[in-house]
T-cell receptor
Framework: GQSLEQPSEVTAVEGAIVQINCTYQTSGFYGLSWYQQHDGGAPTFLSYNALDGLEETGRFSSFLSRSDSYGYLLLQELQMKDSASYFCAENTGGFKTIFGAGTRLFVKA | GAGVSQSPSNKVTEKGKDVELRCDPISGHTALYWYRQRLGQGLEFLIYFQGNSAPDKSGLPSDRFSAERTGESVSTLTIQRTQQEDSAVYLC??????????????????FGPGTRLTVL
């Protein structure tokens, strides 16, 4: 089947580091994307991994392990504005993108 | 335009009526996607267009849902005989090109603000 699992909620304090995990189960896997969505807003692209390893983009990094069917998004130096929902999304060869249910991140002062 | 636009931003309709939702992708983007997002949930893939053809319609929930696209431009999502469970935000996204089977490259999807549909 095609499904992604990620935690429903994560809470962290301002300035801290938080990791949001995502596991996927599918055949025909091409890569894992991460999107951020603020309440009432549209999802915006954060990062993408097609190969094993870490991709770094400023305060955000994303990691993929294809052998473990696992990835994570790492947010460093958390800011209040990082409070949002974060979705992992699996890209398949059939052009379809399957999104996880999302992880709601609460950043506290 | 600067980004993906969708209209209307909000639509309230009565059960049983038909609705048409519009998406204007970023100029030059060949790929266009429709998603549905229920309150507090993730994005549910509906349909994908490459140009004006739809290689994958598997996400459309029922035959009440249909979509079309004119060239590499505007797309409309039509829901006939709306039901209360159709209430959701309908998001459109576009990307410069589709997935390359050989390269496995990902093209960022740029999302519109969505249409919030409420079926009474």
């Amino acid at each position: 089947g095609q499904s992604l699992e990620q935690p429903s909620e994560v809470t962290a304090v301002e300035g801290a580091i938080v990791q949001i995990n995502c596991t996927y189960q599918t055949s025909g896997f091409y890569g894992l994307s991460w999107y951020q969505q603020h309440d009432g807003g549209a999802p915006t692209f954060l990062s993408y991994n097609a190969l094993d390893g870490l991709e770094e983009t400023g305060r955000f990094s994303s990691f993929l392990s294809r052998s473990d069917s696992y990835g994570y998004l790492l947010l460093q130096e958390l800011q209040m504005k990082d409070s949002a929902s974060y979705f992992c999304a699996e890209n398949t060869g059939g052009f379809k993108t399957i999104f996880g249910a999302g992880t709601r991140l609460f950043v506290k002062a | 335009g600067a980004g993906v636009s969708q209209s209307p931003s909000n639509k309230v309709t009565e059960k049983g009526k038909d609705v048409e939702l519009r998406c204007d992708p970023i100029s030059g983007h060949t790929a266009l996607y429709w998603y549905r997002q229920r309150l507090g949930q993730g994005l549910e893939f509906l349909i994908y267009f490459q140009g004006n053809s739809a290689p994958d319609k598997s996400g459309l929930p029922s035959d009440r849902f249909s979509a079309e696209r004119t060239g590499e431009s505007v797309s409309t999502l039509t829901i006939q005989r709306t039901q209360q469970e159709d209430s959701a935000v309908y998001l459109c996204a576009s990307s410069p090109s589709s997935w390359g089977m050989s390269s496995g490259r990902s093209d960022t999807q740029y999302f519109g603000p969505g249409t919030r549909l409420t079926v009474l």
